[in-house]
């Protein structure tokens, strides 16, 4: 089991800047792939961004990519999304996954869930 709670939401002004992290508890989390989904009222829940377990690698979604930064710290057993030169349509709950597979965008990949963390971006 993982447990995953993510932190670090709030409000922003458009063009500002947030850091949501998301801590996990459990097994193993350095053999987990991560990722960062959202959903915003009314929409369904979106994919974001993504972090391998090993080398690191990153996926994002097109309208992130270039403002939003995925990171890992596994000494911390922490994963991180920097969101830089935020937009209204960023506002949404954002949620941290965990996934024992590749860590590809897909929502069905990921076993693990935390609760969500509040964004909202004001024009």
């Known amino acids: 089991q993982v447990q995953l709670v993510e932190s670090g939401g709030g409000s922003v002004q458009a063009g500002g800047s947030l850091r949501l992290s998301c801590a996990a508890s459990?097994?193993?989390?350095?053999?987990?792939?991560m990722g960062w989904f959202r959903q915003a009222p009314g929409k369904d829940r979106e994919f974001v961004a993504a972090?391998?377990?090993?080398?690191?690698?990153?996926y994002y979604a097109d309208s992130v990519k270039g403002r939003f930064t995925i990171s890992r710290d596994d000494a911390k057993n922490t994963v991180y999304l920097q969101m830089n030169s935020m937009k209204p349509e960023d506002t949404a709950v954002y949620y941290c996954?965990?996934?024992?597979?590749?860590?590809?965008?897909?929502?069905?990949?990921?076993?693990?869930w935390g609760q969500g963390t509040e964004v909202t971006v004001s024009s």
């Open positions: 996954a965990a996934s024992s597979g590749l860590g590809r965008p897909f929502s069905e990949e990921y076993e693990y």
């Open positions: 459990g097994r193993s989390f350095s053999s987990y792939a």
């Open positions: 972090i391998s377990w090993i080398g690191g690698r990153t």
